[in-house]
C-alpha cells in the first residue's frame, strides 16, 4: 500500500521547509516502528505551500505478534498460593484467566508475566490516529494561531490530502469553528497552475504534482536550479557563486524554478566587491558571477517562481531594481570615503551598546583597555602594540556610516576598506575585518595579530559587562550570543596560538568592570565556570575528545584545574589532544591501574597536590621493605621528567616516566615485597600515603586520573 499524506498552507519561512522535513524523516518512521510498521520507503517532500509524506509498500495492517507483558512482583500477586486483589486486577486488565499467569525470576525477584498473541490492526486505523501527531509534533520559530482555534502551525493550514493508494483516508484538523476535511484536491502552482489537482492515487502524487508545475521534491528542485545557473554562467563567460545559504533558502522559496540572467551597469564595479555581493545575496537573492574568483561580471542570476514565457520582463524588473540599489550603494560609499574613519568616532558616542553600559565609544575605550592588557602578556614590539591600539580605536567606526547604516551585514568590511583609504596600515584595515571573526561554526578565522587580539578583547569585554548585570544565558536563550563570544575566543587562542592568561585577563576586567558599578556583584566566578563549560563543550564536539578525558584535565569541581585550564589554554588543549592520543595508541592503558590506583588510595592521605619531590615528603628511614625504597627511587627518577615535561610542555616524557615506574608500583602493591598501605603505625601510613600522593601529583601534570573511565 502506497500512503500519501499532504498539509497544504499559506506560504510557509522558508528556514521552516527544511526544519519540518528533517523532523518528519525522524518522527514518522519512529512512529510507525513503534506501531509495527515497517514500510520501504518514506519519502519526505517540501516546497512553500505544502509538506507532504509518501510512504511506500505499507502493509494493510500489523503482523499478528506474541506479547509479553509484566505483572505485579509475585509476593503480591499471590499469598499462600492463593491470588491477590494484585493478580485478579491485572489478569482482568490482559482479559486472560488467573491459570494464564506465569511467574518467572527477574534481576528484581519474580514477577508474574502473560504471554498474548496480540492481533495486527488495520493500517488505516493506525494511520488515523498517527496523521494529527504527526502534524503537531511539528516545531518551528513563531508558530501562530489562526481562526478562532488554539491549532498552532507555522502558517495557517488550507486543505488536507490522505490518500490509501486510491482511497481518501478521512482526516479532520479541528481548529475552533473550522474543520479541515482531508481529501484527494491539491492545489497546483499559484500562476501556472491555478485550479485545484485532483490527485488519483497515492504513488501519482509527485508527478501528478509536476503536471500541475509543482516540484515536491526539494533535491529536484536543487538540481535543476543548480543545473540552469551553471548553463546561464557558462553562456555569460563566467563562474556563478552559490553560497550554501543562499541557494538553500532559494530553494524553498519556489515550486517551480526559473533561472533567469539579468544585468547591471559595468560602472558599479567600482564598488567594492562585497558591497555588490551584499546588495545582491541578501537583499535580492540573487547569484553573482564571477569572472575570476576576485572579479565580477556586470551581470546576475536569479531564481523566478512565475512564468517560463515572461522571463524578459521578469529580468526587466529584477534590474530596475538592482539599479537602484547600487546607486543607492555608490552614494553612500562615496559619501563615507569623503570623511577619514577616525572621524566617525564622535558620532560612536550617540549610539547604545546597553544602557547601563554606556555608549559604543564606551564600549571602544574598555576594548582598547582589554586590548592592551591582552598586547603586554604577548610581550610583542612597539609596531605591533601600536598597530593594536589604533585597531581597536577604529574598530567600530563603521557602524555609524551610512553603508554599514543601510546594510548593517557590511560591518567590518567596510571598516577595512574605509581604513585603506584613511591611510592606515594594512595590518589595521585587515584587523578591523578580522576582529569580528568568526562570526559563527565553520568560519574563517582572522588572520593578523591585530585582529585576534583586538576581537578577544572585545567578546571579553561583553562577556564581563553582560555577565555583570546579572544577564547570564539560560537554556537556549542567549540574546547577547555570549557563547558564541566564548567559543570564538577559546577558538582564536587555539588557532593562533596566543599564549595568554585568560584567568588574569577576566579578574582585572572584572575589577575595572566593579569600579564603575560598585552596586553589582563581581562576575568573576560565574564568568570562570561559564568558560570552563565552553572549553568541555569544544573539546567533546569540536576536537572528538572522549568526555572523561575532558573531565580529567578540566578537574571536577577542582579550583586548581580550573584556575589552570584558563591560565593556559594552549596547555589544556595540548594535555586533551595528548591523552586521547595515548588512549587510542593504548599507552594510557599500561599506566591507567597504576596510576588511578594511586590516586585513589592517596586521597586518604593529606598531602597537596603541588609536592613533587618525594625527598621533601617521605622519610626513608621508615621504610619497612624494599619495595617501598623502590618506589621512592622511581619517584626520584620520575622528578626530572616531569619537570621538563611541564617546563617544554612535552607530556610524552612524563609518559615515559610514568611507564618506568609501573612495575616498581605494582612490586609495592602486590609482589613479593607488598605493603599494607594503611599500617597501624600512624607514620608508617602517612609515609606510604605520600608515596601514593607524590605518584598522583606527578600524574596530575598530565590531568586528573581519578577521572577517567577504565577503557
Not at 29 to 42: M, Q, W, Y
Not at 234 to 245: F, M, Q, T, V
Request: glycine share 6%; hydrophobic share 40%.
Amino acid at each position: 500500500m502506497f500512503f500519501l499524506l499532504e498539509v497544504g498552507t499559506e506560504e510557509l519561512p522558508a528556514d521552516f521547509i527544511d526544519e519540518a522535513i528533517a523532523q518528519w524523516k525522524q518522527i514518522i518512521p519512529n512512529s510507525l516502528e513503534e506501531n509495527f510498521l515497517t514500510p520501504d520507503k518514506v519519502a519526505v517532500y517540501g516546497t512553500p505551500r505544502r509538506l507532504a509524506v509518501l510512504i511506500s509498500e505499507l502493509p494493510e495492517q500489523q503482523k499478528d505478534r506474541d506479547e509479553v507483558i509484566k505483572g505485579p512482583p509475585a509476593k503480591a500477586a499471590f499469598k499462600d498460593g492463593k491470588p491477590t486483589k494484585a493478580a485478579e486486577g491485572f489478569a482482568r486488565k490482559q482479559e486472560v484467566e488467573i491459570k494464564d499467569l506465569d511467574i518467572r525470576p527477574t534481576d528484581k525477584g519474580d514477577f508474574i508475566f502473560i504471554e498474548k498473541k496480540i492481533k495486527g490492526r488495520q493500517t488505516k486505523e493506525i494511520l488515523q490516529a498517527l496523521i494529527p501527531n504527526w502534524i503537531d509534533s511539528l516545531e518551528g520559530r513563531r508558530f501562530m494561531r489562526w481562526g478562532n482555534g488554539e491549532l498552532r502551525f507555522s502558517r495557517p493550514i488550507r486543505w488536507l490530502v490522505a490518500l490509501c493508494d486510491k482511497q481518501v483516508l478521512p482526516i479532520e484538523i479541528i481548529n475552533g469553528d473550522s474543520t479541515i476535511t482531508s481529501d484527494r484536491l491539491s492545489r497546483g502552482h499559484r500562476i501556472l497552475h491555478p485550479d485545484t489537482v485532483s490527485i488519483a492515487q497515492a504513488s501519482d502524487y509527485v508527478e501528478t504534482l509536476r503536471s500541475a508545475y509543482v516540484e515536491v521534491d526539494p533535491k529536484q528542485r536543487q538540481e535543476i536550479i543548480e543545473k540552469d545557473i551553471e548553463t546561464i554562467a557558462k553562456e555569460l563567460k563566467g563562474k556563478a557563486d552559490l553560497p550554501d545559504d543562499l541557494l538553500t533558502e532559494v530553494i524553498n522559496l519556489i515550486e517551480y524554478p526559473t533561472a533567469i540572467a539579468g544585468k547591471f551597469d559595468p560602472e558599479f564595479l567600482n564598488l567594492p566587491t562585497e558591497v555588490i555581493t551584499t546588495v545582491m545575496v541578501k537583499h535580492q537573492r540573487y547569484f553573482a558571477v564571477k569572472k575570476t574568483e576576485n572579479e565580477l561580471l556586470p551581470n546576475f542570476i536569479t531564481i523566478a517562481n512565475g512564468d517560463p514565457n515572461k522571463k524578459d520582463i521578469i529580468a526587466q524588473g529584477n534590474e530596475r531594481v538592482i539599479r537602484a540599489r547600487l546607486a543607492d550603494a555608490q552614494f553612500f560609499y562615496t559619501a563615507d570615503c569623503d570623511e577619514p574613519l577616525d572621524s566617525y568616532l564622535p558620532e560612536l558616542e550617540n549610539v547604545t551598546f546597553q544602557k547601563e553600559l554606556g555608549t559604543m565609544r564606551d564600549k571602544v575605550d574598555r576594548i582598547m583597555d582589554m586590548a592592551q592588557q591582552i598586547a603586554k602578556q604577548l610581550e610583542i614590539d612597539e609596531k605591533e602594540q601600536e598597530e593594536i591600539e589604533s585597531t581597536a580605536l577604529l574598530c567600530k567606526a563603521d557602524l555609524v556610516t551610512q553603508m554599514v547604516y543601510e546594510f548593517p551585514e557590511l560591518q567590518g568590511v567596510m571598516g577595512q576598506k574605509y581604513a585603506l583609504v584613511s591611510g592606515e596600515s594594512e595590518q589595521v584595515a585587515q584587523g578591523i575585518f578580522d576582529h569580528y571573526l568568526p562570526r559563527g561554526a565553520n568560519d574563517i578565522m582572522p588572520k593578523t595579530l591585530t585582529g585576534q587580539v583586538v576581537g578577544i578583547a572585545d567578546r571579553l569585554d561583553t562577556l564581563i559587562s553582560i555577565f555583570g548585570l546579572g544577564m547570564i544565558p539560560t537554556g537556549s536563550g542567549d540574546p547577547f550570543a555570549l557563547r558564541r563570544a566564548a567559543n570564538a575566543i577559546i577558538s582564536v587562542t587555539w588557532e593562533a596560538k596566543l599564549p595568554i592568561n585568560l584567568s588574569q585577563l577576566l579578574i582585572q576586567g572584572c575589577e575595572a568592570f566593579m569600579a564603575d558599578h560598585a552596586d553589582k556583584d563581581s562576575p568573576l566566578e560565574a564568568l570562570q565556570t561559564f568558560l570552563i563549560q565552553r572549553i568541555q563543550t569544544l573539546l567533546q564536539d569540536e576536537l572528538n575528545i572522549d568526555y572523561d578525558l575532558v573531565n580529567a584535565v578540566l578537574g571536577e569541581a577542582d579550583a586548581e584545574y580550573t584556575d589552570r585550564a584558563l591560565q593556559n589554554l594552549l596547555d589544556v588543549k595540548d594535555r586533551a589532544e595528548f591523552l586521547q592520543e595515548i588512549r587510542n595508541n593504548e599507552i594510557l592503558d599500561k599506566i591507567y591501574e597504576t596510576v588511578n590506583r594511586s590516586t585513589r588510595l592517596a586521597a586518604k592521605g593529606d598531602l597537596n597536590y603541588t609536592e613533587l619531590d618525594p625527598s621533601e615528603v617521605v622519610q626513608t628511614e621508615l621504610f619497612e621493605k624494599s619495595s617501598e625504597q623502590e618506589f621512592y627511587n622511581g619517584l626520584m627518577a620520575l622528578l626530572s621528567k616531569t619537570t621538563q615535561a611541564q617546563s617544554q610542555r612535552n607530556y610524552q616524557l612524563l609518559i615515559e616516566g610514568l611507564l618506568d615506574i609501573v612495575p616498581k608500583v605494582s612490586e609495592f602493591f602486590d609482589g613479593e615485597n607488598s605493603v599494607l598501605v594503611m599500617d597501624e603505625n600512624p607514620q608508617v601510613r602517612q609515609n606510604r600515603l605520600n608515596l601514593l600522593g607524590v605518584l598522583r601529583n606527578h600524574g596530575r601534570v598530565l590531568a586528573d586520573f581519578g577521572a577517567i573511565v577504565k577503557s
